[in-house]
Nanobody, 112 residues
């Protein structure tokens, strides 16, 4: 499985940005993790093929994850962005607990 992520960039605090990640095949769970400088990678959000979602506490109410099962694509709509959201965002896909895949990472910078 290959993952192709895009949509990162520079945005001002309070702004919005949308990330997308396309998988080369059908995936059960898709989502996003992020890693800020000097910090551990943390869960942002994931969504199952049936539409169940889970969000990290720091993004609840601000980020929305969705997916298009036909296109094997997951989206992350990020709103009310804060400087602390600055990180490299990694697309993640899980076929089953023993088969996990990562995208190349896309940088999101929130700064004025």
């Amino acid at each position: 499985v290959q993952l192709q992520a895009c949509g990162g960039g520079l945005v001002q605090p309070g702004g919005s940005l949308r990330l997308s990640c396309a998988a080369s095949g059908s995936i059960n769970v898709m989502g996003w993790y992020r890693q800020a400088p000097g910090k551990q990678r943390e869960l942002v959000a994931y969504i199952t093929s049936s539409g169940s979602t889970k969000y990290g506490d720091s993004v609840k109410g601000r980020f929305t994850i969705s997916r298009d099962n036909v296109k094997n694509t997951v989206y992350l709509q990020m709103s009310s962005l804060k400087p602390e959201d600055t990180a490299v965002y990694y697309c993640w896909a899980s076929v089953d607990p023993n088969r996990n895949y990562w995208g190349q990472g896309t940088l999101v910078t929130v700064s004025s």
